[in-house]
């Protein structure tokens, strides 16, 4: 086995992201199609593509985001800070604009043009007509014709803490609400939130290897401590303004707001996340009145794309009852016991766009209208898509790859993926452990011979923000697939506490975030020895990042019987370290429960280790800050617990450096072998030896 081959080529894509179409948008007839991709698996370029004719035609290099008007006639993209825009409508006679970039102007029909505006400019949005783009610069809030000019200010503060327009750090990370602007649906008038920093703590992170630099500040609201203050306020563009009213003091999370044909629309969330309240605006008093309350013994869990109205003014949501997470319409619940609701793409006309699944391996693509139910994928993986007019875009990633297909009156045609084709070839096999059926994937060498015993890795996630035991191409599996290789038996398991199985089993960590997710992780290196007697329960490591950090290190605390080495990249070791809404939902208010924060806290149970432990974190991390392992390493060197620190310098959360990238795995790699002793594969015709 090439043992740097797999390294430099996941450092190279960027874990194989490059060169993957995504960020879809359809033309209401569904004849034109943009979308970003990179022009290959190693260039990290961004560019802006129209699918017309079922041809591509490249419109813009270098592009950070994009926005368009409702009916597709004009897009507006950020290159470099900067804000262009660029004609879709056809030239007379010819079929679809042509290529256009800033670096290769096109004909004048097609001339994209730069707008003079104050920058650098983020988060662009054409209003639906399309005459005019609101963008975020700064702090503030501003509006440009699509021409480039009459630019105005519509939202600024003096005040260094208040920014308009942008989502705050809690409500981008943690409940997937990235914007903070939203057009009327008549391009009249905007709604934007105000954050207002002021009681948010403030946090450091210095540059060791750069000590003249000096230290970043990061406005951080740890678990107990005071959140950002949000509003929301609409602007008519002529001066005027209205803050839209709620109680915010008993709900100070604004969990999703939007602005449809019937008015804006928004959720907001307590403090302690048992209730959602569903609040129809209006835009010219605003006041608010309750559509609909939401409430859980645990947590409301936020479900991206709800809630949403139909054209006849009926509410989108999602219900928790029992053991499904049903879709429901009007109050009513419109899909099966069983069915769970995952995602909500679109709420189009009275139709709605979903994705669920039924087994937790896969994900498909369904829609409800008033005719029914209805499957949009089949294959056996997890599935995307987009809809309008009479065309179907299918993303479907399954086993066998990632592909994107348009379907369009009985025809077919792919739009073409760039993404690198794996160094290592996963072999996985599927298995379902224990009574609890936890999904299960084994991955052997793919030199393997039965009788051969093999030390084995637990390579988990095993947390509440993903499923990595999906019939699907990732880069988990072909990482796998490379340690298999090197002499492992590698096994992946979600447990409970992982997504795609229900609320019930979502809560199970309430109060408790370690205790069943270890249990599980045992009880699938069980069933995994049982379907392969050659993995040797004598040699076991565990390995992960972030939540999968913080598991492996309580693993090799908690059961050294079990598990006989760890790797914990960027974990959380001290849960009061951690955001507000992230560790309060699972955790509580630390004042009301100190005692889960504490059974939660690897840092508390140091004295415990006597496996070899390898602890790993980048310096820059500002979602997992390094103080997690730092506060950890010093409890081990207090207790006399000898173990290994690795600092990634300048790194984030997920390091993307290539050198930095590939030395990791190969230490990695290299600390597994020692630990636990592994045999490289045997030149062919060499008899092996155990």
């Not at 173990?643 to 790194?651: C, D, R, S, Y």
């Amino acid at each position: 086995m090439d043992t740097y081959a797999f390294p430099t080529q996941s450092a190279r894509t960027r874990r194989f992201t490059l060169g993957l179409p995504r960020d879809f948008t359809l033309s209401p007839d569904g004849e034109r199609i943009l979308f970003l991709r990179t022009r290959g698996p190693e260039d990290p370029v961004v560019c802006l593509w129209l699918l017309a004719d079922n041809e591509e035609h490249l419109l813009a290099t270098d592009v950070g985001t994009y926005t368009t008007d409702t009916a597709m006639s004009t897009v507006a993209y950020t290159t470099n800070g900067e804000l262009w825009s660029l004609s879709l409508d056809p030239t007379p006679g010819a079929t679809s604009p042509p290529a256009a970039s800033p670096s290769s102007p096109p004909p004048a029909a097609a001339q994209p043009r730069r707008a003079a505006v104050p920058g650098p400019v983020s988060d662009p949005r054409l209003d639906p007509t399309g005459r005019r783009v609101a963008y975020v610069s700064g702090r503030s809030l501003r509006v440009v014709d699509v021409a480039g000019s009459n630019d105005q200010l519509v939202a600024s503060d003096d005040d260094p803490e208040v920014s308009w327009g942008v989502a705050e750090y809690i409500a981008a990370e943690e409940m997937h609400r990235t914007r903070g602007h939203w057009w009327s649906p008549d391009g009249t008038r905007l709604m934007a939130a105000r954050v207002d920093l002021t009681p948010v703590q403030r946090w450091w992170i210095a540059d060791p290897a750069n000590p003249a630099e000096p230290p970043r500040q990061v406005p951080y609201p740890a678990a107990g401590t005071p959140n950002a203050l949000v509003s929301l306020h609409t602007f008519d563009l002529a001066g005027g303004s209205t803050q839209l009213r709620w109680d915010a003091t008993a709900y100070e999370y604004l969990a999703t707001a939007d602005w449809d044909s019937h008015g804006p629309l928004l959720s907001v969330q307590s403090r302690d996340q048992r209730t959602l309240q569903i609040l129809a605006a209006d835009p010219d008093t605003g006041e608010t009145h309750l559509l609909h309350e939401q409430r859980d013994a645990a947590w409301v869990q936020l479900i991206d794309g709800v809630p949403g109205r139909t054209t006849s003014g009926k509410l989108v949501h999602t219900e928790d009852a029992g053991e499904t997470r049903y879709l429901t319409v009007d109050g009513a619940r419109v899909t099966p016991d069983g069915l769970q609701l995952r995602v909500v793409l679109k709420v189009d006309g009275e139709s709605v766009l979903f994705l669920a699944s039924d087994e937790p391996t896969e994900c498909h693509l369904w829609l409800y209208d008033e005719t029914g139910l209805q499957q949009l994928s089949d294959a056996p993986g997890s599935h995307e898509g987009y809809r309008a007019g009479n065309t179907l875009l299918l993303s479907s990633n399954t086993e066998a790859g990632r592909t994107y297909v348009v379907r369009r009156n009985g025809q077919e045609h792919p739009i073409t993926s760039h993404r690198a084709t794996p160094a290592a070839t996963p072999h996985i096999t599927w298995l379902q452990a224990g009574d609890l059926q936890i999904r299960t994937a084994l991955l052997l060498p793919s030199w393997h011979q039965p009788g051969t015993k093999l030390p084995v890795v637990m390579a988990p996630y095993a947390g509440p923000a993903m499923s990595l035991v999906m019939k699907v191409a990732a880069p988990w599996f072909y990482k796998a697939q490379w340690y298999a290789d090197a002499g492992f038996a590698v096994v992946i398991a979600d447990g409970r506490g992982t997504p795609g199985r229900g609320p019930a089993w979502e809560k199970t960590v309430h109060h408790d975030l370690l205790a069943a997710p270890i249990e599980d992780q045992i009880t699938a290196l069980h069933a995994a020895a049982e379907h392969c007697p050659d993995l040797d329960l004598t040699r076991v490591g565990i390995t992960g990042w972030s939540f999968g950090g913080m598991l492996a290190t309580a693993a090799v605390l908690r059961r050294p019987d079990v598990f006989h080495a760890g790797i914990s990249g960027a974990g959380p070791a001290e849960q009061r370290l951690y955001d507000t809404h992230w560790r309060e939902r699972f955790l509580g208010h630390p004042d009301e429960y100190p005692a889960d924060y504490d059974r939660s806290s690897t840092v508390n149970e140091a004295a415990k280790l006597e496996r070899p432990l390898l602890l790993v974190h980048g310096l820059a991390d500002d979602n997992v800050f390094a103080a997690h392992t730092l506060r950890l390493s010093a409890a081990l060197l207090k207790a006399g617990r000898p173990h290994q620190v690795l600092p990634l310098t300048g790194a984030a959360h997920s390091p993307t450096d290539e050198a930095t990238v590939v030395g990791l795995l190969l230490h990695e790699l290299n600390f597994l072998k020692t630990s636990l002793g592994a045999d490289e594969p045997a030149a062919p015709g060499t008899p092996r030896e155990r």
